[in-house]
T-cell receptor, first 110, second 116 residues
Framework: TQLLEQSPQFLSIQEGENLTVYCNSSSVFSSLQWYRQEPGEGPVLLVTVVTGGEVKKLKRLTFQFGDARKDSSLHITAAQPGDTGLYLCAGVEGAQKLVFGQGTRLTINP | DAGVIQSPRHEVTEMGQEVTLRCKPISGHDYLFWYRQTMMRGLELLIYFNNNVPIDDSGMPEDRFSAKMPNASFSTLKIQPSEPRDSAVYFC??????????????FGDGTRLSIL
């Protein structure tokens, strides 16, 4: 099983600041997904990136897949308290199996 | 549309007891996954099914864990006997096969299991 490492594990910043979360692996994935999880709930898919170098935007969130399809980043512009949560990257193995990173626990302070 | 439904939401039991977690996937989804989430190890895949058939159970910790999917709308994860180290949040997720796209997995809200 391939491994995914996320950094940082914890991040606490003020409202309005920008931040970047990283997801790295030594292995190549066919695609990579980002999920967000709130307390007491299961993870919810934010985006899937498939092509090396691909960039996708979801309002203030920008996701990038590395050229070699081994790493990905999530950049949030002008963070808001509603962005608080656990962000998980997941590499897709085979047809449907996901390998999850440890997650980045993000806190946005008003 | 109803999402993935898990029961119970919380379970507290004593070491050595049998624990059964239940999951109803989204109708029409042909994949079902069981995960375990802890602070130390994050979200780990235990087992997954395709069309009710177990495909990969390499993540099941040991023989104390077993999972079944008797039909397309129901699955169970059983721990017998339970141990304190089994305490975690257990998630069930489902997805469907579609060509040319990566389908998301839809997660239930989890069962928080505490073994005393």
């Amino acid at each position: 099983t391939q491994l995914l490492e996320q950094s940082p594990q914890f991040l606490s910043i003020q409202e309005g600041e920008n931040l970047t979360v990283y997801c790295n692996s030594s292995s190549v994935f066919s695609s990579l997904q980002w999920y967000r999880q709130e307390p007491g709930e299961g993870p919810v898919l934010l985006v899937t990136v498939v092509t090396g170098g691909e960039v996708k935007k979801l309002k203030r969130l920008t996701f990038q897949f590395g050229d070699a399809r081994k790493d990905s980043s999530l950049h949030i512009t002008a963070a808001q308290p509603g962005d608080t949560g656990l962000y998980l990257c997941a590499g897709v193995e085979g047809a449907q199996k996901l390998v999850f990173g440890q997650g980045t626990r993000l806190t946005i302070n008003p | 549309d109803a999402g993935v439904i898990q029961s119970p939401r919380h379970e507290v039991t004593e070491m050595g007891q049998e624990v059964t977690l239940r999951c109803k996937p989204i109708s029409g989804h042909d994949y079902l996954f069981w995960y375990r989430q802890t602070m130390m190890r994050g979200l780990e895949l235990l087992i997954y099914f395709n069309n009710n058939v177990p495909i990969d159970d390499s993540g099941m910790p040991e023989d104390r864990f077993s999972a079944k999917m008797p039909n397309a709308s129901f699955s169970t994860l059983k721990i017998q006997p339970s141990e304190p180290r089994d305490s975690a949040v257990y998630f069930c997720a489902s997805s469907r096969t579609e060509p040319y796209s990566n389908q998301p997995q839809h997660f239930g809200d989890g069962t928080r299991l505490s073994i005393l």
